[in-house]
């Protein structure tokens, strides 16, 4: 054997290598090995998710895999995005409400990891306590069906309304109908939640969830009247992707990037105790 001619093999053998590790690499999405890296696009709600998702993505790029937040504003549906292949994952909701919009709409999607708790809470420029609420205040609550549960269950909790016996929301959801007392006589007023963080001077109260308060100036641990218990909380906020990539190779780097000690720090040191991480 020349050694022409083992160079010639030998190259053909490196192109043979070469081929195969750029295919694998195409495999995963993005990584920083790809000559031309598409990176993994991930919905999310501006304010507290997009800054969580900004350190996840400079960590995802120190492990060679490329990912963008995407925010999703106004009444444009994360899932809606997902489900039709805009995106590749989304984070923005808890395990209730994606299985209620499985339900609701044949979604194809799938949780892959747990992320944070982000405790729903009522806020008011008026009152500063649930207690000191007047007969037929108004008050604003989500009209999704987790969301308004969690609403629910923080008024009964602070003993202004009574649900239905039997009612766990561990295991369903609650709505105005479920309510069997209601001596104050609160008059409820049901809005999307992007909306009730706007519409908060025109009610005594309303329960707001996290990521949309946040994007007011509102943070649950400091401006809250009354927040959700974090103790033995089901709405556990998650990272759903379609279920055609449940096992994709880039499913498990990007839930690794999230669950990242650099994230969890940036989540503790951030947002007052009104956000939890879960992992």
């Known amino acids: 054997m020349t050694p022409r001619t083992y160079s010639a093999r030998a190259g053909t053998l490196a192109k043979a290598l070469l081929g195969a590790v750029l295919a694998a690499a195409a ?3 993005g990584p920083a090995f790809s000559a031309d890296p598409k990176p993994l ?8 998710d ?5 350190v996840v993505a400079q960590v995802a790029k120190k492990n060679g895999l490329a990912v963008e937040p995407v925010v999703i504003t106004g009444t444009a549906s994360p899932n809606e995005a ?7 994952a989304n984070a923005f909701q808890h395990i209730p409400f994606l299985n209620d919009q499985i339900k609701q709409r044949g979604y194809k999607l799938v949780s892959v990891a747990n992320t944070l708790i982000s405790p729903i809470a009522f806020y008011s420029k008026k009152y500063k306590s649930l207690q000191a609420l007047p007969e037929g205040a108004k008050v604003g609550i989500p009209n999704d069906p987790s969301n308004q549960t969690r ?10 309304i009574t649900l239905k016996d039997g009612f766990d929301p561990a295991t369903g959801t609650a709505t105005l109908a479920d309510v069997t007392s209601n001596p104050r006589k609160l008059d409820f007023v049901e809005s999307a939640s992007v909306v009730l963080a706007r519409s908060l001077p025109d009610v005594d ?5 996290n990521s949309f308060a946040y994007q007011a100036g509102l943070i649950a641990t400091r401006d809250g009247i009354a ?10 906020n998650i990272i759903a992707v379609r279920e055609q990539d449940r096992n994709a190779p880039w499913v498990p780097e ?3 990037a999230y669950h990242s000690e650099e994230v969890r720090q940036f989540i503790l040191s951030k947002y007052e105790g009104s956000v939890i991480p879960v992992f």
């Open 227 to 236: 927040v959700e218990k974090k103790e033995n909380n089901p709405y556990v």
């Open 50 to 54: 997009e800054q969580i998702w900004e």
């Open 82 to 88: 997902l489900n039709n292949g805009d995106l590749d």
């Open 41 to 48: 696009k991930v919905g999310v709600r501006g304010g507290v």
């Open 151 to 160: 609403a629910l269950v923080i008024l009964r909790d602070q003993g202004l």
């Open 27 to 29: 495999m995963f999405h």
């Open 205 to 209: 109260t309303a329960a707001i969830v």
């Open 254 to 256: 990007l839930v690794k």
